[in-house]
Nanobody, 129 residues
Framework: QVLLVESGGGLVQAGGSLRLSCAASGRTFDSKAMAWFRQPPGKEREFVAA????????YYANSVKGRFTISRDNAKNSVYLQMSALEPEDTALYYCAINKYPALRSVTHYSDRTTFEYWGQGTQVTVSS
């Protein structure tokens, strides 16, 4: 059984930083792209960042570009999201996800949730003003 477990969420003041982690178990995902999505209160789930299977290509939503950094450690079957300069608008439930493919070509492709095969349960990030 595949299980994705996110951690690292919490309450932080605006301008602060958090590092989210997502550990996968049940099988190895070193040949799959991975990503982070988020769902703000009362809104749809939205794409945040993605990384291809070997970590050489990363993709970001415009709203987080320059502030967030996605990375992965295939030896640990894990993906991370370093978040800096956090804003109240970043408040959301953050999910990690594993794609069906090793790599996609663009943010538009990664934003398509149907290409993701496995999802975590989410970790809450709350940014106070």
């Amino acid at each position: 059984q595949v299980l994705l477990v996110e951690s690292g969420g919490g309450l932080v003041q605006a301008g602060g930083s958090l590092r989210l982690s997502c550990a996968a178990s049940g099988r190895t995902f070193d040949s799959k792209a991975m990503a982070w999505f988020r769902q703000p209160p009362g809104k749809e789930r939205e794409f945040v960042a993605a990384i291809n299977w070997n970590g050489l290509n990363t993709y970001y939503a415009n709203s987080v570009k320059g502030r967030f950094t996605i990375s992965r450690d295939n030896a640990k079957n894990s993906v991370y999201l370093q978040m800096s300069a956090l804003e109240p608008e970043d408040t959301a439930l953050y999910y990690c996800a594993i794609n069906k493919y090793p790599a996609l070509r663009s943010v538009t492709h990664y934003s398509d949730r149907t290409t993701f095969e496995y999802w975590g349960q989410g970790t809450q990030v709350t940014v106070s003003s």
